[in-house]
């Protein structure tokens, strides 16, 4: 049987070569500076939209962290938070980069070892698309129980030229699978099955969205 995509992305993170070059090659380019910019550009509006929602984000769980890529933007925002990965040579890299009020342990996504509405708010960014639909309804129902009210998610949607490109190579038989990506309406259903609902969508590019297939969800209980 083939590996899932969860288990490959595990098994490469928990590389020490991958992990103590992963910064360099995703973030520290030029090209990666421009997406890191729009992505944190993306979390701080979610994160404008729960405070006008009456309930501002002051504590977080960042899960996973990788290698506390975060931690200068809770920093900034005056948000105390914490980091949890599954993977020792991520959270080795995190401890060296990461302030020392930025705590991070090892922790499995599906088993959070926080007490019930432990923290305002859960991240889970670069994360989700690695996983299957049981696998993410495991990770968000889980979430949802650590979190007060909020979650701060990445994902990947179907209105832009990517999805395109493959509907029609997948329609003339050049590419067997089309990779999952959300619609707004199976997004909903799926946050919904978890206990959460959607309060807002934030694309990473505001203007051409058709380039890019990232989205930045903010979510909350159900019963918030």
């Not at 920093?75 to 105390?80: L, N, Q």
């Not at 009210?149 to 509907?167: E, M, Q, S, T």
């Not at 999952?180 to 203007?207: D, K, N, Q, T, V």
């Amino acid at each position: 049987m083939s590996a899932s995509s969860s288990e490959r992305a595990r098994a490469r993170y928990q590389n020490a070569a991958v992990a103590e070059g992963y910064d360099s090659w995703r973030y520290e380019t030029a090209r990666g500076k421009r997406r890191n910019r729009r992505d944190l550009a993306a979390i701080g509006r979610a994160l404008d939209e729960a405070g006008r929602r009456g309930a501002p984000v002051r504590s977080a769980l960042d899960l996973p962290c990788g290698t506390a890529r975060l931690a200068p933007f809770f920093a900034e925002r005056g948000i105390h938070a914490w980091g949890a990965d599954v993977s020792l040579e991520m959270l080795r890299v995190a401890r060296r980069k990461s302030p020392a009020d930025f705590p991070v342990f090892q922790g499995n996504a599906e088993a959070i070892p926080f007490a019930d509405r432990s923290c305002d708010a859960v991240f889970a960014i670069r994360f989700l698309f690695h996983l299957d639909r049981e696998s993410r309804l495991r990770v968000l129902t889980e979430a949802r129980r650590v979190s007060r009210r909020w979650l701060v998610l990445d994902v990947r949607h179907r209105y832009n030229a990517k999805w395109v490109g493959w509907r029609i190579r997948h329609v003339l038989r050049l590419l067997p699978n089309v990779q999952h990506r959300f619609s707004r309406a199976g997004l909903e259903e799926e946050l919904s099955a978890a206990g959460l609902r959607l309060c807002g969508i934030y694309p990473s590019r505001r203007s051409f969205g058709w380039a890019s297939d990232k989205w930045t969800v903010l979510a909350e209980r159900s019963d918030a």
